[in-house]
């Protein structure tokens, strides 16, 4: 860690501003009745909520995405006519062709 802030970063630095900032956000809210407390509450939680489940969400829809796509891969082989995809048996090998 830079010099500059173990100086400035101490437990008795961050204690001092912590108690600072509660008794402001005290004395500009909750003495004041607003309802920004219960505001930051409820957009904390969801914050909080949607940053742990969020790993989980998109493993469940990669794996959503790879299911489709193998279905969809599925559905579109087994419907189109072997002509479009396959060569033609008509056609000789290259291999046939070097003898």
Known sequence: MPSFLKTRITRQSVTD??????ANYKKQY??????????HLMVGTFCLAYTVAWP???KHYMHEQVRARAAQQACTTS???????????????????RR
């Open 79 to 97: 419907r189109q006519s072997p002509s479009l995809y396959r060569r033609p048996l008509s056609r000789p090998s290259p291999l046939a062709r």
């Open 17 to 22: 501003s912590t108690a600072v900032w509660a």
């Open 56 to 58: 989980q969400e998109y």
């Open 30 to 39: 909750i003495d004041t009745g607003s309802f920004e407390p219960m505001k």
